[in-house]
């Protein structure tokens, strides 16, 4: 399918079509895809990608991919036994270039019991490696790479795909859960070792099931450090959560309005952590709290109400 029609993926937000001529690269592609169903080829997509093998002796002698976007190379060639990562990191830079009618904030997104969580951090914070591990223990994947946040109403929608763990990540995510599902590992890329963990079951089939962020969670992995969870103030959250943007300032005043009802509703805390199970059980307080009533919305930052 790759080689002829292309797969078409629903991941919820968006809709993309991929083409690929790249043979161990179908094979990655199905482990970690597999759960998808396949959207009808002649039907719209967002964005339309493919992994190709580059032509000439380079097709031979240390062979070469690229990655092409709706016809256009926006990168130089990578060896061609990075297939899959090449297809993932294409894969976010034609969405975020074609996705300009939503505001879209660099973190993971869970869900648990209705209430939805926000993991925005640079990367090296441990943000990929906790959305991993809440995602094993029971929570809703909707994006690791992307919020999706609506400009008219309270709402982010999910854009499910497997999560890019690098490095020791992939190990430790092996260890904590008898339930990840791991692709192949891709040593020697540009971020090191990279593995693809597959989203669960559930996540995939409520790909079209929106959540208000109820919790905006800062995550920074310390070696050693005993979990703990302190407080952002309103303010600081607003700040973070504006800069670790794709597109803020192109959106303008809409994306301004929609980072003020984020951190005016929702709880903003700060979690420091080296050990993944107690970071989950804290993450898990923080959800039975919000249900419970007992942490509620931050207070609201005077500048955005005039």
Same mark, same amino acid.
């Given at each position: 399918?790759?080689?002829?029609?292309?797969?078409?993926?629903?991941?919820?937000?968006?809709?993309?079509?991929?083409?690929?001529?790249?043979? &161990?690269?179908?094979?990655?592609?199905?482990?970690?895809?597999?759960?998808?169903?396949?959207?009808?080829?002649?039907?719209?997509?967002?964005?339309?990608?493919?992994?190709?093998?580059?032509?000439?002796?380079?097709?031979?002698?240390?062979?070469? *991919?690229?990655?092409?976007? +709706?016809?256009?190379?926006?990168?130089? &060639?990578? &060896?061609?036994?990075?297939?899959?990562?090449?297809?993932?990191?294409?894969?976010? =830079?034609?969405?975020?270039?074609?996705?300009?009618?939503?505001?879209?904030?660099?973190?993971?997104?869970?869900?648990?019991?209705?209430?939805? *969580?926000?993991?925005?951090?640079?990367?090296? /914070?441990?943000?990929?490696?906790?959305?991993?591990?809440?995602?094993?223990?029971?929570?809703?994947?909707?994006?690791?790479?992307?919020?999706?946040?609506?400009?008219?109403? +309270?709402?982010?929608?999910?854009?499910?795909?497997?999560?890019?763990?690098?490095?020791?990540?992939?190990?430790?995510?092996?260890?904590? /859960? +008898?339930?990840?599902?791991?692709?192949?590992?891709?040593?020697?890329?540009?971020?090191?070792?990279?593995?693809?963990?597959?989203?669960?079951?559930?996540?995939?089939?409520?790909?079209?099931?929106?959540?208000?962020?109820? *919790?905006?969670?800062?995550?920074? =992995?310390?070696?050693?450090?005993?979990? /703990?969870?302190?407080?952002?103030? /309103?303010?600081?959250?607003?700040?973070?959560?504006?800069?670790?943007?794709?597109?803020?300032?192109?959106?303008?005043?809409?994306?301004?309005?929609?980072?003020?009802?984020?951190?005016?509703?929702?709880?903003?805390?700060?979690?420091?952590?080296? +050990?993944?199970?107690?970071?989950?059980?804290?993450?898990?307080?923080?959800?039975?709290?919000?249900?419970?009533?007992?942490?509620?919305?931050?207070?609201?930052?005077?500048?955005?109400?005039?």
């Amino acid at each position: 399918m790759l080689a002829g029609q292309g797969v078409g993926l629903d991941l919820g937000a968006a809709r993309v079509r991929v083409f690929s001529d790249v043979s &161990p690269l179908a094979r990655a592609f199905g482990q970690v895809y597999s759960d998808y169903e396949s959207v009808d080829a002649a039907s719209f997509h967002d964005v339309t990608v493919a992994v190709r093998r580059v032509r000439g002796p380079r097709r031979w002698l240390r062979q070469q *991919i690229e990655f092409v976007s +709706d016809g256009e190379l926006p990168f130089e &060639p990578f &060896p061609a036994v990075t297939h899959l990562p090449l297809l993932e990191w294409g894969m976010n =830079y034609a969405l975020t270039d074609r996705m300009v009618h939503r505001l879209l904030l660099h973190a993971g997104v869970v869900e648990k019991d209705g209430i939805g *969580i926000l993991l925005p951090a640079i990367p090296g /914070s441990g943000k990929s490696t906790l959305t991993a591990a809440l995602m094993c223990r029971g929570y809703r994947l909707l994006s690791d790479e992307f919020a999706v946040v609506s400009l008219d109403r +309270d709402c982010v929608s999910p854009m499910v795909r497997p999560i890019a763990l690098k490095n020791e990540s992939i190990s430790v995510i092996r260890s904590f /859960s +008898d339930l990840a599902r791991l692709g192949p590992e891709f040593p020697k890329t540009r971020k090191g070792t990279v593995a693809h963990l597959k989203p669960t079951p559930e996540s995939i089939d409520r790909r079209h099931d929106v959540v208000s962020p109820s *919790i905006v969670l800062f995550p920074k =992995y310390q070696k050693g450090a005993a979990a /703990s969870v302190s407080e952002v103030s /309103s303010e600081t959250a607003f700040s973070k959560l504006s800069v670790n943007s794709f597109n803020y300032e192109f959106l303008g005043s809409s994306s301004f309005d929609a980072v003020a009802r984020i951190v005016g509703n929702a709880t903003c805390r700060r979690i420091e952590f080296d +050990d993944l199970g107690a970071a989950v059980s804290l993450v898990d307080e923080l959800v039975r709290s919000r249900i419970s009533g007992s942490e509620r919305g931050g207070r609201p930052v005077a500048v955005l109400t005039g």
